[in-house]
């Protein structure tokens, strides 16, 4: 497709079970970024990849969440052990640009994540 | 803290007027600064930008002004369209990144015909 996609678009879980959330960028950018959005608020950076280096891992809320792109296109957010708190919508997002460069985001449609 | 900040949950304006929305924040280190639009149930769509090298930058009904000294940025949409109501994200980053992009809580915009 032209576009991020994401899979699933939806996933109930219940607490304690192990996620996985998968996002296809736009083929051929270089840069992939996953960003949790709780209700109500505005989308928080989780994690940053170039290609398939992980440069940025600094808003993982814990070291449940796990964040791959091994050959440097599909990615997967992986929660362990979910709670409750980690309900939310998980979005995608992929540039042309490297960091350090001005480059449009474009997000995928998000995968909402809801635990019970 | 909140260091983008969109004090107004909500704003309604009638079809054919001007909607100004608002953003400010508190870290001087900002250097870039955009503005999203999200539909329900859809992914931020990116709108327009401005560096802070610029007070204004236009595009089409979209105006986006920076006051650097205020720590203030808004969007200007004129004339308003029923198909502009959605929620607007003000985002602003370091360095000329796009990366680690700083989002507001947003403003839900209603144009009514």
């Known amino acids: 497709g032209a576009g991020v996609s994401q899979s699933p678009r939806y996933k109930v879980a219940k607490r304690g079970q192990d996620v996985a959330l998968r996002c296809d960028p736009i083929s051929g950018h270089v840069s992939l970024f996953w960003y949790q959005q709780a209700l109500g608020q505005g989308p928080e950076f989780l994690t940053y990849f170039q290609n398939e280096a992980q440069l940025d891992k600094s808003g993982l809320p814990s070291d449940r969440f796990f964040a791959e792109r091994p050959e440097g296109s599909v990615s997967t957010l992986k929660i362990q052990r979910t709670q409750q708190e980690d309900s939310a919508v998980y979005l995608c997002a992929s540039s042309l640009a490297m960091q350090g460069d001005t480059g449009e985001l474009f997000f995928g449609e998000g995968s909402r994540l809801t635990v019970l | 803290d909140q260091q983008v900040k969109q004090n107004s949950p909500s704003l309604s304006v009638q079809e054919g007027r001007i909607s100004i929305l608002n953003c400010d924040y508190t870290n001087s280190m900002f250097d870039y600064f955009l503005w999203y639009k999200k539909y329900p149930a859809e992914g931020p769509t990116f709108l327009i930008s401005?560096?802070?090298?610029?007070d204004k930058n236009e595009d089409g009904r979209f105006t986006v002004f920076l006051n650097k000294s205020a720590k203030h940025l808004s969007l200007h949409i004129v004339p308003s369209q029923p198909g502009d109501s959605a929620v607007y994200f003000c985002?602003?980053?370091?360095?000329?990144?796009?990366?680690?992009?700083?989002f507001g809580k947003g403003t839900k915009l209603s144009v009514k015909p």
């Open positions: 985002a602003a980053s370091y360095g000329g990144s796009q990366g680690n992009l700083i």
């Open positions: 401005i560096s802070s090298i610029k």
